[in-house]
């Protein structure tokens, strides 16, 4: 099972808004509703930002969103903040209880 | 709420095997499957497996098939995450991470593997 891919890394200016793709394939992405996102911050345990492609567990702020088109998922992060500056991970649903994480993106606030 | 604490940090020699653990508490233990993820060194998260909390049902990624055993104790509430043959590119940080969107992480395990 190969990585999602995501870019290497995205930037940004404070309030500005950035996209982070994952792509994937017609096996995983493509094929289930079970895609998730989480931001890590070195040193700390990943957070669950969204899950089942566009859903907020309670806590996350609304600055984050996904969805999804055909094989690739984004995730949006609008209104960028200072503390927003983490590295960026899609998870996806790849087969019965089969997954795969995405290759992971630096997002930088400048 | 929700917790699972991990054990600690394991240091282990070429070859050998290490176990980690993960007591969940604040929820029915049945309730959620449990993911087994890690994270090398400046690298980014790999999926490691899942097991089924009811039935002990397992279903390992293709890399680790033959290496990796997970388990769990239903009497002390704990999972567990046996790898074996380890060598140098196994050292990484190990979680358990629970629900299918993995919703709650432990507080990760650091297992070195030295000469």
């Known amino acids: 099972q190969s990585a999602l891919t995501q870019p290497r890394s995205v930037s940004g200016s404070p309030g500005q808004s950035v996209t982070i793709s994952c792509t994937g394939t017609?096996?995983?992405?493509?094929?289930?509703?079970?895609v998730s996102w989480y931001q890590e911050h070195p040193g700390i345990a990943p957070k669950l930002l969204i899950y089942?492609?566009?859903k907020r567990p309670s806590g996350v702020p609304d600055r984050f969103s996904g969805s999804k088109s055909g094989n690739t998922a984004s995730l949006t992060i609008s209104g960028l903040q200072a503390e927003d500056e983490a590295n960026y991970y899609c998870f996806s649903s790849a087969g019965i209880y089969t997954y795969v994480f995405g290759t992971g993106t630096k997002v930088t606030v400048l | 709420q929700v917790q699972l604490v991990q054990s600690g940090a394991e240091v282990k020699k070429p070859g050998a095997s290490v176990k980690v653990s993960c007591k969940a508490s604040?929820?029915?233990?049945?309730?959620?499957?449990m993911h087994w993820v890690r994270q090398a060194p400046g690298q980014g998260l790999e999926w490691m497996g899942i097991?089924?909390?009811?039935?002990?049902?397992?279903k390992y990624a293709q890399k680790f098939q033959g290496r990796v055993t997970m388990t769990r104790d239903t009497s002390t509430g704990t999972f567990y995450m046996d790898l074996s043959s380890l060598r140098s590119d196994d050292t990484a940080v190990y979680y358990c991470?629970?629900?299918?969107?993995?919703?709650?992480w432990g507080q990760g395990t650091l297992v070195t593997v030295s000469s």
């Open positions: 017609s096996s995983d992405v493509g094929a289930y509703n079970y």
């Open positions: 089942d492609v566009s």
């Open positions: 097991i089924n909390p009811t039935d002990g049902y397992t």
């Open positions: 991470a629970s629900q299918e969107e993995l919703r709650h």
């Open positions: 604040g929820y029915t233990f049945s309730g959620y499957f």
